[in-house]
């Protein structure tokens, strides 16, 4: 077997008890909709933490996962309406260095899920990013994927 054959089945073996946990225990304000663990893009719904700018807000989360999972992050992006954050684009593009640089294979839909929303929790103004309209035009010319982005990771205060 190649490397990418043997690593199918370690990524659906993990993904497989990721979803179990999930659908079983999710976090506080986290529920997992996907209904099957064969689907390659999980939807997670995540709700706003009560007492922050975005208490009871619901947004949907997609984790779309290859092969190399849980060694290459999945591609995490806001589906439909996007929350206004600092480090959200309106294209629902996530600049968080968990889902890029600081990648773990330690880490897991639900530890990504809670680091999203403690991120939104931490946040104390509803603002898009600063080059989001540029950022944004780009991509709809390009139609690439935030993992094809060179996020620059520089303001840890929201």
Not at 19 to 24: H, I, R, T
Not at 41 to 51: F, L, P, Y
Not at 101 to 114: F, G
Request: overall charge neutral; aromatic content about 10%.
């Amino acid at each position: 077997l190649g490397a990418s054959e043997m690593a199918a089945p370690r990524s659906k073996r993990r993904l497989a008890k990721e979803f179990d946990q999930l659908k079983a225990s999710p976090p506080a304000g986290i529920r997992l909709l996907t209904d099957s663990v064969e689907e390659t893009t999980w939807r997670v719904q995540v709700t706003g933490a009560a007492d922050t700018i975005y208490a009871g807000e619901v947004y949907q989360l997609n984790f779309t996962f290859t092969d190399r999972y849980p060694f290459d992050s999945p591609e995490t992006v806001f589906d439909g309406t996007a929350p206004e954050h600092p480090h959200i684009y309106a294209n629902g593009h996530i600049c968080l260095s968990v889902l890029d640089k600081e990648w773990s294979p330690a880490l897991s839909v639900s530890s990504l899920c809670l680091s999203i929303q403690s991120m939104m929790s931490s946040c104390g103004k509803k603002e898009r990013p600063i080059d989001n309209d540029s950022y944004v035009r780009r991509w709809q010319r390009s139609r690439h994927g935030p993992k094809a982005t060179r996020w620059a990771f520089h303001d840890d205060s929201v």
